[in-house]
């Protein structure tokens, strides 16, 4: 079993280095991270419509942040109510010059440690009853069911990331948005096609055994690796070799954790006993399939392929730069044309084009 001073340590080292306030945060154990939490429920939970940290491992002896899914009433901007309730815990920048976060913002003297990333605020805290300043990452859900699926997605850790890269493999998106089918469509283009956001249902199409039970039982990095190893759709062969640049970011495989967890599996060397990526898909939610295969059709009806009137021949005969303009000149042409597109003189297709750009 790993050692947990060993991933201390190497965490110490690494995620000062990478976490959003470096060395200005503190880690915490998690003692202190339960207190601080319970402190900023007294303070903020009535503000939110809900209002949750994330499941960590329970064998994690420290923490170099604290995450907290959060959904704001209505019309109400997370930042705004934790500025409103709390900026007198927010730590500013007591030096004489310009601090430098690791996503580039610049804090000037007296500047408070706030920053917005995406659906996530973050901020730098002082408790009321521990000397420390601690990172507090608020991640903003649209509702309950959206916060409930960014709960487990980000609980335990390392193991969405590592999910993610097999569920790639087996050709679906695992992400904190919901559960995708990747459907490559006649133009050879992946499309991302929403299976369901519920992603204890995603666990149960990778085929996970007794998800309900056995997710909200994993307490250490072990259990992790015992509870992937109980899909038969698994196969070592899906997180061996050299890891692309996608796969090392979604596994975090610089952190000793994460490549812990992938050791084991590798160690197992289990192969999977159920060939057919989507069986579980099929057999466990047949109307979702369904669904999923019409989207396929559809899409696959949306999309000509042409050989002449390409993006690069929209780009050189009308002077467009690449982007959206492209893709919608594209759609106008599919739409108005169809499979007769390369058939048509390009005299005309070039008139068509000149009027439709006219009235964007």
Known sequence: MIKLSDIAREIISEENSKKLFGSLSNRVTTEEMHGVFGELKKKLAKKFSSFNNTTKLSSRMDHGDIDIVVVAPSGQSTRDIVLNAIASNIASNTSSQPVATSNGNVYQQNQKFVTTNGNIFSILYVPDKLDKHVHIDFIVAKDEEDARNKQDYLAYNDFSGIVGVIARKLGFKYGSEGFFKIFVDKKGQNRDILITKNLREAQKILGFRKVDTNFSNIKSEDDIVEYIKTSPLFDVRQIAGELNRGDRKKMRAERKSAQYIRDQLMLS?????????????????????????QEKQKLDADVIKTDKYTGDWLINTFNLKPGRVIGQVKDFLNKKYGDNLDNTPEEEVVTAVKQYLSEL
């Open 269 to 293: 060397g289990q192969r999977r006993t159920v060939q057919d990526d989507d069986y579980f898909f099929k057999t466990l939610f047949p109307s979702l399939y369904e669904k999923v295969e």
